[in-house]
Each structure stands twice: as structure tokens, then as C-alpha cells.
């Protein structure tokens, strides 16, 4: 379920403690490409990480300054916080194969 927050959004889920996987989608308004990237990043994080996640959307046409933190230069960016080390993935994130493995959920 998707939530407006002060411009930014957090999808729920049913995570009952602090979740394993923390991830951030960037995107800038609601292109192709950004509803394509939250559309897969739900799929993946369903499918392989179940109850085990949370996933903040942050929209950087109504918050431009949260780029900086991440250092964010291309949208959809996806961004694993936690479990560390920080990860990124660019793009709509429908190359599955590479989504996983860029995020060590699957190895090599």
C-alpha cells in the first residue's frame, strides 16, 4: 500500500520489527520507467525477500534535496541501506538476474 508522507512514500509491509532489508527507490514523478522500477522492486522483494522488508519511494520532483544523501544522479535508482554495504542499481529494474545480484540477494 502506498502512503503520501510529507512527499515522500512508504510502502508497508507486514515487517513487525526493524526489517532486514532497507531499501530506497528514487524516482522523479510518475514516468514509465519509475511506476516499471516500483512495480519490479515489489515484485523481487515479495518473491525472494517476504516479510523481511521495507521500501521507501522518494519522489525528486517534490524533494530534489534528498538526492544529495544518497548521492543520486540518475532516476529510478534503487538503493539497499541496509543490509550494509550500500548498493545501487539504476535503471526500471527489470533485468531480474542483475537486480538480485547487485543486491547480494543472489549470489554470482
Same mark, same amino acid.
Given at each position: 500500500? &502506498?502512503?503520501?508522507? =510529507?512527499?515522500?512514500?512508504? %510502502?508497508? =509491509?507486514?515487517?513487525?520489527? +526493524?526489517?532486514?532489508?532497507? %531499501?530506497? /527507490?528514487?524516482?522523479?514523478?510518475? =514516468?514509465? $520507467?519509475?511506476?516499471?522500477? *516500483? ?7 515479495? #518473491?525472494? *525477500? +517476504?516479510? $523481511?522488508?521495507?521500501? #521507501? @519511494? @522518494?519522489?525528486? /520532483? /517534490?524533494?530534489?534535496? *534528498?538526492?544529495?544523501?544518497?548521492? @543520486? %544522479?540518475?532516476?529510478? =535508482? &534503487?538503493?539497499?541501506k541496509v543490509p550494509e554495504p550500500i548498493r545501487k542499481i539504476i535503471g526500471d529494474l527489470s533485468n531480474e538476474e542483475r537486480v538480485l545480484v547487485g543486491l547480494n540477494i543472489k549470489p554470482l
Amino acid at each position: 500500500m &502506498l502512503q503520501s508522507n =510529507t512527499n515522500q512514500f512508504i %510502502l508497508n =509491509t507486514m515487517v513487525k520489527q +526493524k526489517p532486514e532489508w532497507q %531499501l530506497i /527507490l528514487y524516482i522523479a514523478g510518475q =514516468t514509465p $520507467k519509475s511506476i516499471k522500477a *516500483l512495480d519490479n522492486v515489489k515484485k523481487y522483494a515479495e #518473491e525472494y *525477500l +517476504k516479510d $523481511k522488508y521495507s521500501i #521507501e @519511494i @522518494i519522489d525528486l /520532483l /517534490l524533494n530534489p534535496q *534528498l538526492a544529495e544523501g544518497d548521492q @543520486i %544522479l540518475a532516476v529510478p =535508482t &534503487l538503493v539497499r541501506k541496509v543490509p550494509e554495504p550500500i548498493r545501487k542499481i539504476i535503471g526500471d529494474l527489470s533485468n531480474e538476474e542483475r537486480v538480485l545480484v547487485g543486491l547480494n540477494i543472489k549470489p554470482l
